[in-house]
């Protein structure tokens, strides 16, 4: 079995590109991809900055084709078909590489802003929903929680999560350098999911003079607006919101924006010369790009924030030593117990050819000899016990040997020696391990 | 005493101004801040010195050219302290402390070679009034070109989506856009007495109040520049944008009326 990964994110495509494969529900095109007979388990991450898919496979070229029409067609379904270079824009890991890369992912060491910490919630509602959906079974199961647990220890053993550098923290930097003061701004968020709340936390101790939390559900809203002591208000009222605002922050679901050009020029001539800052982090784009040619209009989007804190993301960088490290300890754990797994068809084979050799021999003896309840059951546990022992040592060995590449011939010897037969199937397929049962809890 | 206050005048600017760059490089905001306080103590010595000029002499060397840009670059440099007290405008000490500094310096070297005393000519209080009042003017107004500049620098930035310098950064383009308008709102009104006890020294010592001289004439024509800015500025709906680019080009065409003209006939 294979492990390869199959993506694009704030580096490898455009905001333009990225804004159209965003999927709000993953179990559809997950369902329909694990379906397929080339993808045996899948999780669909689909964040701002990045759609990637982690799959389980039998064959790599038949998945990262099937994979490459995944991304072409299931996720682009506005019609408008795909740039012709839209290969250019994924980028593909197998194995080590795809193990790596997505332990990186979780621990937000891929980031566009290093160590931000979002990420790794993200992760763990991609995983949700793949096992929700069925799409995720035992093996991609058990790299998430690998996932998570290198996560965890990479935040608590270094010092990348020490002040992170959110969105709306660069958001402030920027603001800074537009106004003089923050204590006279007014601030409107559009919007109410996780990445406003964040912006509202962030936010609440810059001193803004007030804030604003426009959004579709009032009630969301509401329920912000009372935590965060903002007023609450309905998308309807954005144009007469922004013609008082001086700090605007969207990020919203739906395919057009709810800042267009028209209500931004509108406003201008209420503001006269006053700046307006607007920070557009929603995915597809929540704002007209048009307004960023309008005079005392500065339109940052999501790459924008991700090019202006590069200088800061510098500084992170180098604190990313030891993180990596962690990230390169935890990889070579997981590719033991992912390579360990070549083991199990053979030792199961083998325990099974002993327990019948076992249990015939046994059989034939207790025809020879008149015993008692009590006494046979004595006996059958002695021949349990000897065959134990007798494997315990060997298969321990293969075990071990299986995590490293050498130990293929070991594997092939102890099929030799003991007659085994090939064409086992591996425990991950077997109708005990099938998708659904993705392992534990999430930590 | 004269002389050394001046020599002293120019070594704290150029301090404050060396101090200033070494903020930037760094980068250091103590620096920057340091940098602004020295320029307070060199705008002080400036001060006294000319005080010290006034008191010795009735009529000052001030329309001599030098004289009158060290006496721009105090007015200059006290209306910026005065307005970075209240605005964070560390970042435009790093021009405004060189510029500060070659002014002075270039009066320096005239000073070594003043004249104990000046020759009254006809109408020399209006003379007087003139180069001072137009010297303050164009001060300010220098002040608000070197605001629209570093405007214009700041906004092109953000358009551009550059990286955020992390530590030492220029003021905000908020703080830029108000020190343009205050100093266009104080100089172009200096600027205009400039021009009426212009016509009052000519009128003294020509019998016309106006002589068509080339100064004369692209004077007026600055005047009537900024007197155009002013109104789309304080009257009209005119972009901050507009605004700064407004005060460098008025103030490039005015430099060049009032000092390049000098040069240049």
Not at chain 2, 184 to 207: H, K, Y
Request: with cysteine; hydrophobic share 50%.
């Amino acid at each position: 079995m294979k492990i390869i990964l199959l993506g694009l994110n704030h580096k490898s495509a455009p905001l333009e590109v990225r804004e159209r494969l965003a999927v709000d529900d993953v179990a559809g095109p997950l369902q329909k991809l694990v379906a397929a007979d080339e993808i045996d388990e899948a999780v669909l991450i689909s964040t701002c900055n990045r759609v990637e898919v982690v799959a389980l496979t039998r064959s790599l070229d038949a998945a990262r084709h099937r994979l490459r029409s995944f991304f072409s067609r299931d996720l682009v379904s506005d019609g408008r078909g795909v740039p012709g270079d839209f290969d250019d824009f994924l980028y593909e890991f197998a194995e080590r590489d795809a193990i790596r890369h997505l332990l990186r992912v979780a621990s937000a060491l891929d980031s566009m802003v290093v160590g931000e910490p979002q990420i790794l919630g993200q992760v763990k509602d991609a995983y949700r929903a793949a096992i929700e959906c069925e799409a995720c079974g035992p093996i991609i199961g058990r790299l998430f929680q690998h996932a998570f647990t290198t996560a965890k220890r990479v935040r608590t053993e270094t010092r990348i999560a020490e002040r992170p550098l959110s969105v709306a923290r660069v958001a402030v930097d920027l603001a800074k350098q537009i106004f003089e003061e923050l204590g006279d701004k007014r601030a409107v968020m559009i919007g109410a999911g996780e990445m406003i709340e964040a912006a509202l936390a962030a936010l609440n101790g810059v001193g803004l003079q007030s804030i604003a939390v426009a959004n579709r559900t009032p009630e969301r809203a509401a329920e912000l607006a009372v935590r965060f002591e903002a007023t609450a208000h309905g998308l309807e009222e954005i144009p007469h919101l922004v013609s008082t605002a001086d700090v605007v922050l969207t990020c919203i679901g739906g395919d057009r924006p709810v800042l267009t050009r028209e209500i931004v020029e509108s406003a201008r001539r209420k503001r006269r010369s006053h700046p307006l800052f607007v920070i557009d982090i929603g995915v597809p784009r929540n704002t007209d790009p048009e307004i960023d040619r309008l005079d005392n209009v500065y339109l940052y989007d999501i790459d924008d924030l991700g090019a202006v804190a590069s200088e800061n993301a510098e500084q992170r960088r180098q604190q990313t030593v030891h993180a990596e490290a962690v990230v390169n300890e935890e990889q070579q754990r997981f590719d033991g117990w992912f390579a360990a797994l070549r083991a199990v068809p053979t030792i199961k084979h083998l325990r099974a050819h002993v327990e019948a050799i076992r249990v015939g021999e046994l059989e034939k003896m207790l025809a020879k000899l008149d015993l008692g309840e009590v006494e046979r059951g004595r006996v059958e546990a002695l021949t349990k016990a000897i065959a134990n022992k007798i494997l315990h040592a060997p298969l321990a060995r293969l075990r071990r040997e299986a995590e490293r590449e050498e130990g293929m011939a070991y594997l092939e010897t102890a099929r030799v020696l003991f007659g085994l037969d090939d064409g086992v199937e591996s425990p991950s397929l077997g109708a005990e391990g099938k998708r659904g049962s993705g392992g534990s809890e999430i930590e | 005493m004269i002389v050394q206050l001046h020599q002293l005048t120019a070594a704290l600017y150029l301090i404050a101004a060396l101090v200033a760059s070494l903020g930037i490089a760094l980068p250091a905001p103590r620096l920057g801040r340091l940098s602004l306080t020295l320029l307070g103590v060199a705008s002080l010595a400036h001060a006294a010195c000319f005080g010290l000029l006034h008191s010795g002499n009735a009529t000052p060397a001030l329309t001599e050219l030098t004289m009158a840009v060290s006496f721009m670059a105090l007015v200059g440099t006290v209306f910026y302290l005065v307005l970075a007290w209240h605005t964070r405008l560390v970042g435009l000490v790093v021009l405004v402390a060189p510029l500060a500094f070659i002014s002075v310096f270039a009066a320096g070297i005239h000073l070594r070679v003043v004249r104990p005393a000046v020759e009254k000519t006809a109408g020399g209080s209006w003379e007087h009034a003139h180069v001072l009042l137009a010297s303050a003017g164009l001060a300010l107004l220098g002040l608000a070109g070197i605001a629209g500049l570093f405007f214009l620098v700041e906004h092109r930035r953000l358009k551009s989506k550059q990286a955020i310098r992390p530590r030492f950064r220029l003021p905000s383009i908020e703080a830029l856009d108000r020190v343009n308008k205050a100093a266009l709102a104080v100089g172009f009104p200096l600027l205009t007495l400039g021009v009426i006890t212009g016509v009052f020294w000519t009128e003294a010592q020509t019998g016309r109040v106006f002589s068509g001289t080339p100064h004369e004439v692209w004077s007026v024509i600055a005047w009537a520049i900024y007197a155009v800015v002013v109104i789309a500025r304080f009257a009209t709906h005119q972009g901050a944008r507009q605004a700064a680019a407004s005060a460098v080009g008025g103030f490039v065409f005015l430099f060049f009326a009032v000092i390049g003209l000098e040069f240049f006939l």
